[in-house]
C-alpha cells in the first residue's frame, strides 16, 4: 500500500503519494500548477482496462508502460532543474494529474489543478543507461493505486551530480503508446527550452467529454458493424487438447532482424503498411491447419486517425474485428491484400463504447467474456508503422543469413485472456521483436517457437517469391526450450543447437526423488537455497581428441536423445504435478570461444566462469530443458564441456553416468549399450512393483523416531528472528583420519564421520540414542546404479548409546544404523508425510530438531587404504585445517546440517545451523570436534565420552540450546 505524507500548502490534492517500496529512497519533489481541474466519466479505453482490473486484478507487470530519456551530458541539467521540468510537463497535460476514483458506484477521473509529483533519484555510472533500465525495472513492477496515486512515477539517474536519464513509468489507464510518445518528446523540449509555447493535445478528460457526447453516434455504427461481421464466423468451439499449464497462458518472443526487412519489402511491393504484412504473417500461420475459409483477426487499433486526436495524451487504444475471407486457398501476396482491405475495415470500426458493445451481443445471446477465443489478438505498438521510408535493399541471402541472428526466448506468462492465440509487435533494437502468448490448454507450448520461426521464414521466402497456400515454412525446425544460455556478442559467443530425436513423447506422476525434491523448490523461494538445486559438472577434452564444434553440439544432441530425462520438464495436471517427456527438439548450446589461448590453453578458467553464470539462474522446470551446456573452445577445437543439470532429474551419479557417456559420444560418436532406467522407467516402477517397500520404509521410520528426543530440541525462549550461519572447514587431517579409522575398522569413512558426528553432538550428555539424518542414494536395486533420474532421499539413523561404548563400538553400531537407514530409505513421501501427519506432527518441520548429515563426496572407498601421514604428520594437520565463514540463508529446514564434500587432497565439512541454537563460534567448534576426535581414533580407541586429550577449539555442548 501507498505511504501518504501530506504537504501543508493549502492546495487541493497537494498530498504526495509515494509507493511504499520508496519509503526509504532519496526523493525530491516535482510541484505542478495547471487547467482543466474538474471531473469527468471515463473512457473507452479506460472503461475496458477498468473492467479487466475490478474482474482479473491488475496485469501491471504487463501493462505499465516504461520509458527512458537519454539527458546530454552537455545540457548540464541538476536535479532540481529536472525536476522543474517534470513539473512543468505534469501541469501541461491534465491527463498526468488524473486519477481513477468511485463515486455513487461508479468510477470516474478526477483532475487536480495542482499537486507534488515524487520523483526517485538514483546513481548510475558512465552514460547511466544501465542504472535506468533497473530503475525502469523497480518502478513499471509495482502495481499504481489509481485512486491516490499520480497515472505517472519518475526516476531521476545522477552522474557527477547531474542527470543523465529520466525514466518515467506510465499507468496504462491514463495513456497509450501514442501518447506516452508524446509526453516524451515534450519533455525533450521542457529540458531543453525550460517551458513550451504551443497549446498541449486534447487530454484525457477531453476525450471523455466527446466520446459520452458528439461521438455516441460513430459507437452506434461501430456496434453495428461487429453485429454485422461477428455472425459470419463459424461457431465452432476450440476442443481442448490437454489441462495446460499452471499458468496456462505462455508466452514467447522472436526479435528477428529479418522480419523487420523481410516485412518492409513486401508492404512497398504490396503497397501496404508494414502492419498489414505483419499481421498476415500472423494470420497465415494461424490460419494454415484449419479448413474454415474465414477467419476472425482481433487488431488493436490506435485510433488517432482523425487529425485532432494526434497529439492527444489519453488512451484511445480500442480492440477492432474483422473477418478474412481465405477461400479459394490465395497465395500469400493475395492473402496480405485480403487483410489489409479487412483490417482497414475492422480499425475504421475499433471506436465505440465497450457496454453498448457488450449490451449488444448479450442481446443476441452472444457471450462476450468467451465468443472471441478461438480467433486471434494482434497488437502492433512499434512507434512507426506506416510508409514514407524508402524499402530496405537486401538479398535473398542477406536475408537468409539475418535468420540466424534471431533470437527467441520465453517471458513471464498469463492467467486469463480473451483469446487462446495473442500476437504483438514491437521495436527492438536488433530488429522487430514478435511476442506470441498460447493458451496451453488448446496449444501445446513448443509449437510456440516454430509457430514464430514459421512466421519469420514465411516473410523472408514472400519477400522474394510468391508462397502459396497453405504458407507453410519449409525451415521453422525443433522447438528450443527456455533457459539462460545467451551469447555475448563482446566476448565472441555464439548460441548452437544440439537437435535430438528421442522414441517417445510420454508424461507420468513424479518419481519419489523427485516429489522430495519438488518440495524443497516450492517452500524455499531464496536464490541460495535454489542454487543447490543446479549441479555443476566439466568435462575436460583433450586436444589430441580434434572435437570441433560441429562434433561437439552432435555429441551434445546424442547425449539427449540417449537419455529421455534430460528432455523432461514439468507440468500441473488436475493439480499434480507430472514429468512429461518430449520426443524432438534442440537444446541451446553456449558456445565460448577464449579470446586468449596462451592465457588459458586448456580453457579451465573459461569453464570455472561459465559453471558460476549458467549455475545461478533457477531452473525453469515448466520451460527450460534440464540440462544447461557450454563448449569452450581454444583455437576452434573444443577443449572444455560445462555442464549444469537440473537435480529435478538427476543426482549426483546419474549427473556422473551421463558425463561419461558424453566423454566416448565425444571420442567415438556412438554408444553400443543401452542406456539405464530413466525418470518415467523408475515412476512406473514405483507406482507397482516398489509399493511394499514403500510400505516397509515408512514402518521402519515410525518405529524408529518413536519416543526419540531431537539433537537441538526447542529452546527455553524462542526468538523471532531466524537466521542460519554457515561455516566451512576445509582439512586434509579429517579425509587422512577418517581413511585410516575406516581402514582399520573395517568401515567406510562415511561411517567414520557419522559415528564421529554422533559422538561430538551427543557431547557426554548421557541420552540413550542419537538420532542423525542422512541422504541414500537408493542405487542398491537392480539396475539402478545406471539409472539416470533422482533417487537420492533422506533416511535415519537411530544409534544407541545407553551402555557409553567406546569409539570403536560406536563405529560399530553407526554402521549398522546407517546400513539400517539405507534400506529403508526409499519410499513414496507423499505416504511417509500422511503416516506422520496422523502421529500429529507437522512433516514439514518434524525432522528439524535432528541434525543432517549429507556425505555429498562423489566417491569414498568402501575399504580405504591405511597408507598415509603418519602419527606426528597427523597430529599435526589440524593446525593447517582452515575455517571460513560462508553467506547465511534467510530460509533453510534444518536447525543443523552437515555436509561433507571433496576438496583437492582434504576434505570439507560445511555446517548450516539456525542462530537460536548455535552460533558461528560453536559451528566452528563442531566442525573441528569432529576433526579432532577422528585424528585420535586414527591411533586408538577413544572411550566415552569422546573427548580427545588435546583438542584445540573443543567439541561445543549442543545438547541444548545455547546460554
Not at 504484412?277 to 485510433?303: I, K, Q, S
Not at 531431537?710 to 577418517?738: E, I, N
Request: neutral net charge; proline residues 7%.
Amino acid at each position: 500500500m501507498p505511504v501518504r505524507t501530506v504537504v501543508r500548502s493549502g492546495m487541493p490534492f497537494a498530498d504526495i503519494v509515494v509507493p511504499a517500496e520508496w519509503a526509504s529512497e532519496s526523493l525530491v519533489h516535482a510541484e505542478f500548477t495547471g487547467d482543466g481541474a474538474g471531473v469527468a466519466p471515463l473512457t473507452w479505453a479506460q472503461q475496458v482496462l477498468w473492467r479487466s482490473i475490478t474482474r482479473f486484478g491488475s496485469n501491471h507487470r504487463f501493462l505499465n508502460l516504461r520509458r527512458t530519456v537519454a539527458v546530454s551530458a552537455r545540457a548540464g541539467v541538476d536535479v532540481d532543474a529536472a525536476a522543474r521540468a517534470v513539473g512543468e510537463l505534469v501541469g501541461r497535460h491534465s491527463a498526468l494529474r488524473t486519477r481513477l476514483r468511485v463515486a455513487d458506484g461508479e468510477p470516474r477521473q478526477e483532475t487536480a489543478a495542482a499537486g507534488v509529483l515524487p520523483l526517485l533519484v538514483c546513481a548510475g555510472d558512465g552514460d547511466a543507461s544501465a542504472a535506468a533500465g533497473q530503475a525502469a525495472g523497480r518502478l513499471g513492477d509495482v502495481a499504481f493505486d489509481h485512486a491516490e496515486e499520480w497515472p505517472l512515477r519518475v526516476a531521476l539517474v545522477t552522474v557527477d551530480d547531474r542527470v543523465r536519464q529520466v525514466v518515467v513509468v506510465f499507468s496504462h489507464t491514463t495513456v497509450d503508446a501514442h501518447a506516452a510518445e508524446v509526453v516524451l518528446r515534450d519533455l525533450r523540449l521542457i529540458l531543453l527550452r525550460g517551458a513550451l509555447p504551443t497549446p498541449a493535445g486534447p487530454q484525457s478528460a477531453d476525450v471523455a467529454r466527446r466520446q459520452h457526447g458528439a461521438d455516441r453516434r460513430r459507437s452506434e455504427r461501430s456496434v453495428a458493424y461487429w453485429l454485422r461481421e461477428f455472425p459470419r464466423l463459424p461457431g465452432r468451439p476450440l476442443t481442448p487438447t490437454g489441462p495446460g499449464l499452471d499458468p496456462p497462458l505462455r508466452r514467447g518472443v522472436l526479435v528477428s532482424p529479418a522480419i523487420d526487412t523481410a516485412a518492409r519489402l513486401i508492404a512497398a511491393r504490396r503497397r501496404v503498411s508494414v502492419s498489414a504484412v505483419l499481421l498476415a504473417g500472423y494470420a497465415a500461420m494461424a490460419a494454415r491447419d484449419t479448413d474454415d475459409e474465414l477467419c476472425g483477426l482481433f487488431p488493436m487499433a490506435h485510433n488517432r486517425f482523425r487529425t485532432e486526436y494526434a497529439d492527444a495524451v489519453a488512451n484511445l487504444g480500442q480492440i477492432g474485428f474483422c473477418v478474412v475471407d481465405l477461400s479459394g486457398r490465395p497465395d500469400f501476396d493475395e492473402l496480405v491484400s485480403r487483410i489489409w482491405t479487412a483490417s482497414l475495415d475492422g480499425l475504421r470500426h475499433a471506436y465505440y463504447a465497450p457496454p453498448a458493445l457488450r449490451h449488444a451481443f448479450e442481446a443476441a445471446g452472444v457471450d462476450l467474456d468467451t465468443a472471441f477465443l478461438p480467433y486471434h489478438y494482434f497488437n502492433d505498438v512499434r512507434l512507426a508503422v506506416g510508409g514514407g521510408a524508402p524499402p530496405p535493399r537486401a538479398t535473398l541471402g542477406e536475408l537468409r543469413a539475418a535468420l540466424d541472428a534471431s533470437t527467441f526466448s520465453w517471458t513471464a506468462g498469463l492467467e486469463k485472456a480473451a483469446w487462446h492465440l495473442l500476437a504483438h509487435v514491437v521495436d527492438e533494437p536488433a530488429g522487430v521483436g514478435v511476442t506470441l502468448t498460447a493458451d496451453t490448454r488448446h496449444l501445446p507450448m513448443d509449437a510456440v517457437e516454430p509457430f514464430l520461426r514459421g512466421m519469420e521464414e514465411l516473410l523472408v521466402e514472400a519477400a522474394f517469391d510468391r508462397v502459396r497456400w497453405p504458407w507453410s515454412s519449409t525451415r521453422a525446425g525443433l522447438p528450443a526450450a527456455a533457459g539462460p544460455v545467451v551469447g555475448d556478442a563482446t566476448a565472441g559467443e555464439q548460441v548452437g543447437y544440439a537437435p535430438f530425436h528421442g522414441r517417445r513423447d510420454a508424461s507420468a506422476p513424479l518419481t519419489w526423488g523427485q516429489r522430495a525434491m519438488w518440495r524443497t523448490v516450492e517452500e524455499f523461494a531464496s536464490p541460495a537455497a535454489y542454487r543447490v538445486l543446479g549441479l555443476p559438472r566439466t568435462l575436460p577434452v583433450a586436444a589430441r581428441a580434434d572435437v570441433t564444434v560441429a562434433r561437439g553440439l552432435e555429441a551434445v544432441g546424442a547425449l539427449v536423445t540417449r537419455h529421455e530425462s534430460l528432455r523432461t520438464r514439468f507440468r500441473l495436471r488436475d493439480r499434480e504435478l507430472h514429468q512429461e517427456v518430449t520426443a524432438a527438439g534442440r537444446l541451446p548450446v553456449l558456445v565460448h570461444p577464449v579470446a586468449r589461448p596462451a592465457d588459458d590453453p586448456d580453457g579451465r578458467s573459461a569453464a570455472a566462469a561459465l559453471t558460476a553464470r549458467l549455475r545461478e539462474p533457477r531452473f525453469d522446470h515448466v520451460a527450460e530443458w534440464p540440462l544447461r551446456v557450454a563448449l569452450v573452445t581454444v583455437d576452434d577445437r573444443v577443449r572444455q564441456v560445462v555442464a549444469v543439470f537440473s537435480h529435478s532429474v538427476a543426482d549426483l551419479q546419474a549427473a556422473d553416468t551421463v558425463l561419461r557417456d558424453l566423454r566416448l559420444l565425444l571420442l567415438r560418436g556412438t554408444l553400443d549399450a543401452a542406456p539405464g532406467p530413466q525418470s518415467l522407467d523408475l515412476a512406473e516402477r514405483e507406482r507397482d512393483v516398489e509399493v511394499r517397500r514403500s510400505q516397509r520404509a515408512v514402518a521402519y521410520w515410525l518405529r524408529q523416531v518413536d519416543g526419540l528426543a531431537g539433537t537441538l530440541p526447542d529452546p527455553d525462549r524462542p526468538s523471532a528472528t531466524t537466521r542460519h550461519v554457515r561455516g566451512a572447514l576445509v582439512s586434509s587431517a579429517l579425509h587422512d583420519a577418517s581413511g585410516l579409522v575406516a581402514a582399520r575398522h573395517r568401515v567406510s569413512s562415511a561411517d567414520a564421520l557419522l559415528a564421529a558426528t554422533v559422538a561430538v553432538l551427543d557431547a557426554g550428555s548421557g541420552r540413550d540414542a542419537c538420532g542423525i539424518v542422512v541422504m541414500a542414494n537408493n542405487r542398491f536395486q537392480p539396475g539402478h546404479d545406471r539409472a539416470v533420474g533422482t533417487l537420492n532421499q533422506i533416511g535415519f539413523c537411530r544409534v544407541p548409546l545407553a551402555d557409553r561404548p567406546g569409539f570403536a563400538e560406536l563405529l560399530s553400531r553407526a554402521r549398522h544404523a546407517a546400513l539400517d537407514a539405507y534400506r529403508h530409505a526409499y519410499y513414496d513421501p507423499v505416504v511417509w508425510e500422511r503416516a506422520v501427519t496422523e502421529l500429529g506432527h507437522d512433516h514439514r518441520t518434524f525432522l528439524a530438531p535432528f541434525c543432517y548429515l549429507n556425505d555429498a563426496r562423489l566417491a569414498h572407498p568402501a575399504r580405504p587404504s591405511t597408507a598415509g601421514p603418519d602419527e606426528s604428520g597427523l597430529r599435526s594437520g589440524p593446525a593447517r585445517s582452515a575455517f571460513r565463514q560462508l553467506p547465511e540463508l534467510a530460509d533453510f529446514p534444518w536447525r543443523l546440517r552437515l555436509q561433507v564434500r571433496d576438496a583437492p587432497g582434504a576434505a570439507e565439512l560445511i555446517a548450516t545451523a539456525d542462530v537460536r541454537y548455535l552460533s558461528i563460534g560453536q559451528i566452528e567448534g563442531l566442525l573441528r570436534g569432529i576433526e579432532a576426535l577422528l585424528v585420535e581414533a586414527a591411533f586408538g580407541d577413544v572411550p566415552w565420552p569422546w573427548r580427545p586429550g588435546a583438542v584445540g577449539h573443543g567439541p561445543p555442548a549442543v545438547a541444548g540450546p545455547p546460554g
